[in-house]
């Protein structure tokens, strides 16, 4: 039995090459077969034919043929991101450049837990998350934004975390960035850093808080956070006043830049102003809005995201990268201290001494493949004008949407849209016909909407992420909903 090619090495592109092919005709078979944003049929049909194209998983001898059945089913089966109709959730269609590039880093395979294993994709996460932080921070040079916690000082805890830096070496402690698995992992580091940075943290937050923030008090053995009520869908600052008022310890408030249900912004301005009054920290997760920044049009609608100490972004919603591309931004630079670590094998001090950067730091992941190629590659190819333009297009579309819904007399839109998310149900339909719209819709295969709860009442949810969207594939979407609405 011949041994298998190996994806990199001298050979790997020719063996690649032809797989490529495979893949690429066995997508196209698959999104042809599906026909639409998701398959047909429900759960029981979906499952029933991947079973049947998967037989036995673990059989004794292989087929050659593996590659092309198993990814034609996929494609088959799957909610495509890229089809105007499946609008669902923050999930965005991947840009080509940048599912390239992620093919690159798959075939290169390094592995950011040291530096003898990713020597040039390490000083490329280096520059780059600099950049970002720089994005979400401003000038580095501009120290004036502060709130409730300690400024930056030139201590040995701050030479520590410069030193996590890996190759780009000294630098200042204005802002600093980490590669993350996406918003919930950056959530919980935020906390994390919360707590060993003021040895404990009660979390204030809205009910409009991503849950990851739930999770993570519970993760890490903080108190149950204190949820203030956010009938509006957004975070009131004269609540906030008053539970600040009355809390006492170290404290770290939740802002949100973008919720997942309505893509609403919390005031930030008005929350970073409370959180310096009170001596509080403050988080803002940024994980859908953090894209506005790209954006000369929209990119006032996250003044006060400079004042938060930690900031949550992730660019496989409006970034449109591949899962998965998460950061976690954070205004000083020495907070990451506690996330040093040391294993004589990956960053012993002779090696660090002898200038091999220290990347263990970098993440509570050992592994950790390098999401960072795919990102650069976007930005480098299209500058942060072209990202800011699709940003502007899927706003503008959710704004097309939101429009045709108003002037309709037989649908309610909710408000209309902050980011791009567009929230409306049939008039007069109770909460139970809207969710079975939006299942017979699934089953079908012919749409794919999300669902939310707000004003007490059960909306359907449209998050418009494709900048391919027509005003065609918008009045399709609502002559659908309308066409399996009961009357």
Excluded at 107 to 127: C, F, G, K, V
């Amino acid at each position: 039995m011949s041994t298998p090619p190996l994806a990199s090495g001298p050979e790997g592109s020719d063996a690649l090459r032809p797989l490529l092919d495979t893949v690429l005709h066995a997508l196209a078979e698959g999104t042809a077969a599906r026909g639409g944003p998701l398959p047909a049929g429900g759960p029981a049909h979906v499952a029933e034919r991947l079973r049947t194209a998967l037989g036995d998983p673990l059989p004794h001898h292989g087929s050659p043929d593996a590659l092309h059945t198993l990814v034609r089913a996929l494609a088959e089966g799957a909610a495509d991101p890229a089809d105007p109709l499946c609008a669902a959730h923050l999930h965005c269609p991947p840009l080509a450049v940048a599912t390239a590039a992620d093919l690159a880093a798959s075939a290169l395979n390094p592995s950011l837990d040291s530096w003898d294993q990713a020597p040039a994709a390490s000083e490329l996460e280096a520059l780059l998350t600099r950049a970002l932080a720089d994005l979400v921070y401003g000038d580095p040079d501009d120290t004036s934004h502060t709130s409730g916690t300690e400024g930056t000082k030139d201590t040995e805890e701050t030479k520590l975390a410069q030193g996590t830096r890996g190759a780009e070496g000294t630098r200042g402690a204005q802002g600093d960035a980490l590669v993350t698995t996406g918003g919930t992992e950056s959530n919980q580091l935020a906390l994390l850093l919360a707590r060993e940075r003021h040895h404990g943290i009660q979390l204030v937050c809205g009910a409009n808080a991503h849950h990851s923030l739930h999770r993570a008090t519970w993760l890490l053995g903080l108190p149950e956070p204190v949820v203030l009520p956010t009938p509006a869908g957004t975070l009131d600052p004269a609540a906030l006043d008053s539970a600040l008022s009355d809390l006492r310890g170290p404290l770290l408030v939740a802002a949100t830049a973008g919720t997942t249900d309505a893509g609403l912004i919390d005031p930030l301005p008005d929350i970073a102003d409370l959180c310096a009054a009170h001596g509080a920290r403050l988080h803002i997760d940024a994980a859908y809005g953090g894209g506005l920044l790209f954006s000369d049009r929209h990119r006032g609608k996250l003044d006060g995201l400079a004042r938060a100490d930690t900031v949550t972004l992730d660019l496989h919603k409006l970034g449109w990268q591949p899962v998965a591309a998460g950061l976690l931004a954070v205004r000083d630079p020495t907070d990451l201290t506690p996330l040093t670590h040391r294993a004589d094998y990956l960053n012993a001090d002779d090696d660090t001494e002898a200038g091999h950067p220290d990347l263990l730091g970098r993440s509570l992941r050992t592994t950790r493949r390098p999401d960072i190629l795919k990102i650069a590659v976007t930005l480098k190819t299209l500058g942060r004008h072209g990202i800011g333009h699709l940003v502007d297009q899927v706003c503008a579309h959710a704004h097309e949407l939101a429009d045709l819904t108003a002037a309709h007399p037989g649908f309610e839109l909710y408000d209309h849209p902050v980011i791009s998310t567009v929230l409306f149900r049939p008039e007069g339909a109770t909460d139970d016909t809207v969710a079975a719209v939006r299942r017979t819709l699934l089953d079908q295969g012919r749409a794919v909407l999300g669902r939310a709860t707000l004003d007490g009442r059960r909306w359907l949810k449209a998050t418009l992420l494709n900048p391919h969207t027509r005003p065609g594939d918008l009045a399709t979407l609502l002559k659908l909903v309308e066409g399996h609405t009961p009357r």
